[in-house]
């Protein structure tokens, strides 16, 4: 949930050489068919290599960077 409220994601394994990452593109409206996302929160989190085993944990530290950084944004305005 972003904002208490359910949003989509994608999530894909990209590959840079021989290193695999997480890529996300979302926030997506689940009531709507468009492909436009609601926030954009699109991106290849390179903190952390690719690890199938790991996915929710990479995904929910994924979240924590982009929530924290739309807040810090949201207070600079």
């Known amino acids: 949930m ?3 409220t359910t949003r989509l994601f994608y999530l894909y394994k990209v590959k840079i050489g ?7 593109a979302g926030a997506f409206d689940t ?3 468009s492909l436009d996302p609601v926030v954009h929160m699109t991106m290849v989190h390179f903190d952390d ?4 085993d790991r996915i929710d944990e990479l ?3 994924y ?3 982009c ?3 739309l807040k810090e944004e949201k207070e600079d305005e």
């Open 2 to 4: 972003v904002k208490d």
């Open 18 to 24: 021989e290193k695999a990452y997480l890529g996300v």
């Open 31 to 33: 009531t709507q068919q």
């Open 49 to 52: 290599e690719f690890d199938k």
């Open 59 to 61: 995904f929910a530290r």
């Open 63 to 65: 979240l924590e960077i």
């Open 67 to 69: 929530l924290k950084y």
